[in-house]
């Protein structure tokens, strides 16, 4: 099992809409968690962290449910330059070498 | 402005040849990374480093070699070992390892 996991999509989403994907990780103690965006043949950059209590940034929420050991990215009102792959990162504690693990990816692709 | 510098944007090697990419923070960061994107694939590490004169391997070192002499610098040496290095190379820092990274905006190199 990998240590992320996304849905690599694409996920076509019509302008307006509201699109939301998951991604999975392996290592129950793992703490922190976050959402990045990279456009095409740019660099990453980040979206929003994840907190316990879930967050909200604009049309973007992230939500994290530590029972399931998953994280979700909602984008309501979809517009679009929201066009980009998202990218799930979650933390190896330091028993497993203190750092970040990238997941592959969820491709969104809005259209008019 | 604060940031990530890498250099040079494109980078072609020879057959047999070690190059090396440069990259630069002006942030104050301890930790500095370096990763590999193949298209349409993920972020793979290749070296990390949580401290000056220190690093360690990430997934995928063969072929790779850094150093990091000083905390704003931590360059990447693409050798002839490395039989398959045609990628987008990306660097990044962060305050501590497990918080946000911060990316520079990345080296495409080739093979000539």
């Known amino acids: 099992r990998k240590e992320v996991e996304q849905d690599p999509g694409p996920f076509n989403v019509p302008e307006g809409a509201t699109v939301a994907f998951n991604c999975t990780y392996s290592?129950?103690?793992?703490?922190?968690f976050f959402w990045y965006r990279q456009d095409c043949r740019k660099e990453p950059k980040l979206l929003m962290s994840v907190y316990s209590s879930g967050n909200e940034d604009g049309r973007f929420t992230a939500q994290l449910n530590r029972a399931s050991q998953y994280i979700s990215l909602l984008i309501r009102d979809s517009k679009l330059s929201d066009s980009a792959t998202y990218l799930c990162v979650v933390n190896r504690p330091p028993a497993a070498g203190n750092k970040l693990t990238f997941g592959g990816g969820t491709r969104v692709l809005v259209k008019p | 402005d604060g940031g990530i510098t890498q250099s040079p944007k494109y980078l072609f090697r020879k057959e047999g040849q070690n190059v090396t990419l440069s990259c630069e923070q002006n942030?104050?960061?301890?930790?500095m990374y370096w990763y590999r994107q193949d298209p349409g694939q993920g972020l793979r590490l290749i070296y990390y480093s949580q401290i000056v004169n220190d690093f360690q391997k990430g997934d995928i070192a063969e072929g790779y070699s850094v150093s990091r002499e000083k905390k704003e610098s931590f360059p990447l040496t693409v050798t002839s070992a490395q039989k398959n290095p045609t990628a987008f190379y990306l660097c990044?820092?962060?305050?501590?390892?497990?918080?946000?990274?911060?990316f520079g905006d990345g080296t495409r190199l080739s093979i000539l």
């Open positions: 990044a820092s962060s305050i501590k390892a497990n918080q946000p990274q911060h």
């Open positions: 290592n129950s103690a793992s703490q922190s």
């Open positions: 942030l104050n960061h301890d930790a």
